[in-house]
């Protein structure tokens, strides 16, 4: 059974940061690229990172290229979404996302990966 759960997340102003982290548990960590999406009301969930097993490669959106940086621990089985430079459109539900191998394939596809978290709220103010 693999489970995933986010945390971190919470109420920031424009031009902060947050980091939120992803503990993801079942399976072995580093053979497993991770991914993070977020979902705004209203909107459909999007693609904003990913990172593959070992940590090499990394891919991110346009829209948070340059602020947001994604990092693993393979030893805490444990990914991170380091978020800079808020803006209110990040608002959004941040979900994490375990891929079904090592490298990232077609990582920015939803129906890529095959387990979720629960999700993690972030709200950034004007």
């Known amino acids: 059974q693999v489970q995933v759960v986010e945390s971190g997340g919470g109420l920031v102003q424009a031009g902060g940061s947050l980091r939120v982290s992803c503990v993801a548990s079942?399976?072995?960590?580093?053979?497993?690229?991770m991914g993070w999406f977020r979902q705004a009301p209203g909107k459909e969930r999007e693609f904003v990172a990913a990172i593959s097993g070992s940590g090499g490669t990394t891919d991110y959106s346009d829209s948070v290229k340059g602020r947001f940086t994604i990092s693993r621990d393979n030893a805490k089985t444990t990914v991170y979404l380091q978020m800079n430079s808020l803006k209110p459109e990040d608002t959004a539900v941040y979900y994490c996302?375990?891929?079904?191998?090592?490298?990232?394939?077609?990582?920015?596809?939803?129906?890529?990966?095959?387990?979720w978290g629960q999700g993690t709220q972030v709200t950034v103010s004007s």
């Open positions: 996302a375990v891929g079904p191998v090592r490298m990232l394939g077609r990582a920015r596809s939803r129906d890529w990966y095959d387990y």
């Open positions: 079942g399976r072995t960590f580093s053979m497993y690229a």
